[in-house]
């Protein structure tokens, strides 16, 4: 819990949303190569080999794109702290 507080500040949702996000990333990767691969073998009657060829590219994609996530969120500066834009015109 302690990466989401900041010091003097309170809870942030916004990095425990974007670290959840990441456990949701491989599973449903993996649904959309198996429902994919699935019906295309059913409405080309090559069973298994579509839903075989699908579940793997979900599980290809979703590890690639669960490392990305894990990759952004730890090369993210752990000071935040941003000041606000200036109005000002030159």
Do not use: C
């Amino acid at each position: 819990m302690g990466v989401f507080l900041r010091p003097g500040r309170s809870f942030d949702f916004k990095k425990f949303g974007e670290i959840s996000s990441l456990a949701l990333i491989l599973p449903s990767s993996i649904a959309v190569g198996l429902v994919i691969g699935y019906f295309l073998d059913q409405w080309l009657h090559t069973q298994p080999w579509m839903l075989l060829a699908w579940t793997i590219l979900g599980i290809i994609s979703g590890v690639l794109n669960l490392w990305r996530g894990v990759k952004k969120y730890l090369s993210e500066p752990e000071n935040e702290e941003k000041s606000p834009p200036s109005n000002r015109k030159r």
